[in-house]
């Protein structure tokens, strides 16, 4: 059967599919750690290679890739967010999938491979079936369907009934207030993996670009340093990922939601470039003083 392999460098890459016959089709897996959903799709996909058998020459290959551990191929193939499919034949892209559908990635690979030796449905695991636990009667016997806990004193190792006191929720309060003031720290701020001048991620490497292309003004914070700011600021914006752009303390999104933005309006940041007057400072040490003041 066929296995997903696991790419860690650009050379791997390149090895891999510089052997593939051009008929075969390659399926390109890109994830992150960090991504819930690529948990899931890394499970999913590696079912589903399994189903096919592996033949000499080759009709079909899985690969999969770290987006941020090997950014110069995810931006070849224009990943914006994770998990996130690419399905190629002969140099040609036929097919890409975002997100973690797997009744959709399973569709496109058998849709251009055509179907893979396990005839089950969507060619995944069968559904976990339930069955029913028989009843018990008070006197722990088979029937009933009650317990008699009249008599039953409770232990010190029993759970408490009640939510013990602490100072979480001020704790909690004096974060969001403080990233509250972090977001507005700048017209324009940018929480990314890293600095503008070292970027510590693909996305956010992206991200910088593409604001520096827009000639934007702006503020960052590297959530790297500052793990309460990082995980914080996932709850505070409903946003579980990172790069986040802010715009006067409203948030925009991740690198895919800002590209969105400008694909339907192109002047998404004119007031926030660097001719306006508008928006954070440019210079690196610059914005490290904006954010740490709000920090």
């Not at 088979?142 to 009640?162: E, R, V």
Request: proline share 8%.
């Amino acid at each position: 059967m066929s296995t997903v392999t696991e790419i860690t460098t650009e050379v791997d890459f390149n090895h891999q599919t510089s052997h593939l016959p051009p008929t075969a089709l390659l399926v390109l897996y890109f994830h992150t750690p960090w991504a819930a959903p690529c948990a899931q799709m890394s499970t999913v996909l590696s079912t589903l290679a399994s189903s096919y058998p592996v033949q000499n020459p080759p009709t079909i290959s899985f690969l999969s890739l770290n987006a941020e551990d090997l950014p110069d191929i995810s931006e070849s193939y224009d990943v914006t967010a994770v998990p996130f499919l690419v399905l190629i034949r002969d140099s040609k892209t036929l097919e890409t999938v975002s997100g973690s559908d797997a009744s959709k990635v399973r569709d496109a690979v058998e849709r251009n491979a055509g179907k893979s030796g396990n005839t089950g449905k969507a060619g995944l695991p069968p559904a976990l079936e339930a069955t029913p636990r028989k009843e018990e009667q008070s006197n722990g016997t088979s029937g009933g369907a009650t317990k008699d806990l009249s008599g039953y004193a409770p232990t010190s190792s029993d759970p408490t009934t009640a939510p013990e006191m602490s100072s979480e929720a001020p704790a909690k309060e004096e974060l969001h207030e403080r990233l509250s003031q972090l977001v507005k720290a700048a017209p324009v701020m940018l929480f990314m993996k890293g600095t503008p001048s070292g970027p510590q991620c693909g996305f956010s490497r992206q991200l910088v670009s593409l604001l520096r292309q827009k000639e934007v003004k702006y503020g960052f914070f590297n959530i790297l340093a500052d793990d309460e700011v990082r995980q914080g600021l996932k709850e505070f914006a409903d946003w579980p990922t990172f790069p986040q752009l802010w715009v006067g303390g409203e948030l925009v999104g991740g690198l895919d939601i800002v590209k969105e933005e400008l694909n339907n309006d192109s002047d998404f940041f004119h007031d926030y470039a660097a001719t306006k007057g508008k928006g954070g400072p440019t210079a690196p040490e610059a914005q490290n003083q904006t954010a740490a003041a709000s920090a």
